[in-house]
Structures are given as C-alpha cells and as structure tokens.
C-alpha cells in the first residue's frame, strides 16, 4: 500500500458527460501527479501540482482540468467525455515540488465511457 | 519516430536467471531525464528510478541495476537472479526538460518470471 488512495475505484458514465477523480497524496506529500493510460494512448503524464499550484504540465486535453486544494488533495475533472477518454487514471505522490522525483503511485480508477 | 523505444514487447525466463530490458531513447536536448516504472499485475505503478543526463553512473539497487550510455542512447535494465514477483510491465521514459510537455514513455516490456 503506497499510502496514495483515489476515487472511485471504477466509473462507467455516458459520452458528453463530466466526472470528477479524486486523489488523497501520502501525508506529508505536496505534489500530486495525474496519469491516464489507455490501450490507445499507452501511458501519458497529465499534470502536476506542487502545494496548490500547477508545476508541470503534459498531455492535457483542454477538456480535463485539475486542481490542488488546501489539504493538498486532488481532483481530476473530465468534461465532455469521448470514448477515447476510457482509461486508467492514476495519481502519484511525492514530498517535494521537484518535477518527476520518487513518486508513490495510487490504485488507479478506471474510467470506463459508453 | 518514437521517443522511447522498448523492442522487446514480452520477455520470459526462469527464476533466478538474470534479464535485462532494453530502452533507447531519442533527444537532441544535452539535459533530459530518464524514467522506468514498474507495473505489476495488480495494475498499480511502481517508480523504479530517475536519473539526470549528466550523471552516467550506473545504479545499482539490489537485484536491479541501470546501465545509461549516452553513446548508445539507452538506458537499459538489468534484474539478477529474477524471481516470481518480478513478472510485471515495465516501463521506460524520457522527459526532455521539467515543464511537463515533452514526457515520453515507452510501449513497455512485459516481463514473465517463470518458477
């Protein structure tokens, strides 16, 4: 157990529809990282905050956002979904704001779009 | 043309032989940062190392070990006397620079450890 835990595990939704991740870092954590793999895609970096400001940024479609919130965890918002957006999500963690350093990853959810 | 290459799609071997993974990568930049994941069955991802393209000493942990040689562009993978629990994907990647826009993983070698 990484200590990183998301929400949902699983969601299934309909095309054109928004959800929200959500990510817990390990405490004592102040980055968050976001990434989505998919049989299409492989694995992608999405973005990453660093005590509530985003400090990197990937392959980010202009439909998802994210953000850090003051207790340092996260949500990833997916809006307008395609089926192409049907994923697994994952979210990582790391104590300090250095881009890519020792990341501790989270279960993932799977996001499945009809 | 693909930023990280993992030609080896599948690899299997018995328990206790040693295996190595390749990965090559492609970059003009002379500052870039090399990546493997590992990801079990279970599906979770696992940050093996990073490593920074001024430090070309080889990294050892344990039963792993990581051989980067900028002539060759690769940062290959070795795992000694490999066990069951070692049978996973894994994943190479490149980030050219830390904005987060040019981070390339690879295809990824699954690897099957056989008792």
């Known amino acids: 157990d990484s200590g990183v835990t998301q929400t949902p595990k699983h969601l299934i939704t309909a095309t054109g529809q928004r959800v929200t991740l959500r990510c817990s870092p390990r405490?004592?954590?102040?980055?968050v990282y976001w990434y989505q793999q998919s049989l299409d895609q492989g694995l992608q970096f999405l973005i990453q905050y660093y005590n509530g400001e985003e400090r990197a940024k990937g392959n980010i479609l202009e439909r998802f956002s994210a953000q850090q919130f003051p207790d340092l965890h996260s949500e990833l918002n997916l809006s307008s979904l395609e089926l192409g957006d049907s994923a697994l999500y994952f979210c990582?963690?790391?104590?300090?704001?250095?881009?890519?350093?020792?990341?501790?990853f989270g279960p993932g959810t799977r996001l499945t779009v009809t | 043309a693909q930023k990280v290459t993992q030609a080896q799609t599948e690899i299997s071997v018995v328990e206790k032989e040693d295996v190595t993974l390749d990965c090559v990568y492609e970059?003009?930049?002379?500052?870039?940062?090399l990546f493997w994941y590992k990801q079990p069955p279970s599906g979770e991802l696992v940050f093996l190392i990073r490593r920074n393209s001024f430090d070309e000493q080889n990294e050892i942990s344990g039963r792993y070990s990581w051989n980067f040689q900028k002539s060759t562009s690769s940062f290959n993978f070795t795992i000694t006397a490999s066990q069951v629990v070692d049978s996973a994907v894994y994943f190479c990647a490149l980030s050219e620079d830390l904005t987060g826009n040019q981070f390339y993983f690879g295809t990824g070698t699954s690897l099957t450890v056989i008792p």
């Open positions: 970059t003009r930049d002379t500052t870039y940062y």
């Open positions: 405490s004592g954590d102040l980055s």
């Open positions: 990582a963690s790391s104590i300090r704001g250095q881009v890519f350093n020792e990341q501790y």
